[in-house]
């Protein structure tokens, strides 16, 4: 069966650190995979999707950055982290069209 | 882009008793599928039923069921025989192919599901 990891699950940075959030997908090929951040007693929004190795798509302009250096893994980066990157991170695999999305269990990532 | 509106942000239920939470979207698709998910206080995301949308016949998962209205761009989720363990965030995410060939969820903001003993 398919799984997928996301860590770390607690995360507190200063303002103006780097960032890199992890997410691996296991029993599956070429899937679909997302990036969404939820704030606090809100809905998700999508921040970056990938269809294969080194696509990325962004949706919001942001000073976050995504990256998939392999078939089942999707990394978010920042090279400078600001308050308003606090919230709630989660990660996503899809098999495509009309198949539902399955999430990680979410970075809780707060800026101090 | 779509829209999907949760008219209600909150919700109480009597334990085994029956609720329906809405939601409403604009879409100018004609092929794409909808789903309910569930995020209890752990923040996980659990799915919980899914819909096509050029099927007419109403999902059904156990005792989570929508009521769809696709001229009405309407996706009720009715949670019969209500349990504690439902008590959760709800959100209505419909779906669409995007430019980039990656299929997209567009989430509500979520309707709070308090279950009372």
């Known amino acids: 069966s398919q799984t997928i990891h996301q860590w770390p699950a607690t995360l507190v940075q200063p303002v103006g650190s780097p960032l890199s959030l992890e997410c691996t997908v296991e029993g599956t090929s070429n899937p679909n995979l997302y990036w969404y951040r939820q704030a606090a007693g809100r809905g998700l929004q999508l921040l970056f999707y990938?269809?294969?190795?080194?696509?990325i798509s962004s949706e919001v302009p942001q000073n976050l950055s995504a990256s998939r250096p392999q078939d089942r893994q999707f990394i978010l980066s920042s090279k400078k982290l600001l308050l308003s990157d606090s919230g709630f991170y989660l990660c996503?695999?899809?098999?495509?069209?009309?198949?539902?999305?399955?999430f990680g269990d979410g970075t809780r990532l707060s800026i101090l | 882009a779509q829209t999907v509106t949760q008219s209600q942000p909150e919700m109480s239920v009597q334990e085994a008793e029956t609720v329906t939470l809405s939601c409403t979207y604009d879409?100018?698709?004609?092929?794409?599928?909808l789903f309910w998910y569930k995020q209890p206080p752990s923040r996980q995301m659990i799915l919980v039923i899914r819909?096509?949308?050029?099927?007419?016949q109403n999902a059904t998962e156990n005792r989570f069921s929508v009521n769809f209205q696709k001229a009405a761009k309407s996706f009720s989720l009715k949670i019969s025989d209500s349990q504690l363990g439902d008590a959760a965030m709800y959100f209505c995410?419909?779906?669409?192919?995007?430019?980039?060939?990656?299929?997209?969820?567009?989430f509500g903001k979520g309707t709070k599901l308090s279950v009372i003993p």
């Open positions: 819909q096509e949308a050029y099927k007419q």
């Open positions: 990938s269809v294969g190795i080194g696509q």
């Open positions: 996503a695999w899809s098999l495509g069209r009309g198949q539902p999305q399955h």
């Open positions: 879409t100018s698709e004609s092929d794409y599928y």
């Open positions: 995410a419909p779906g669409t192919y995007s430019g980039a060939g990656s299929y997209q969820l567009t």
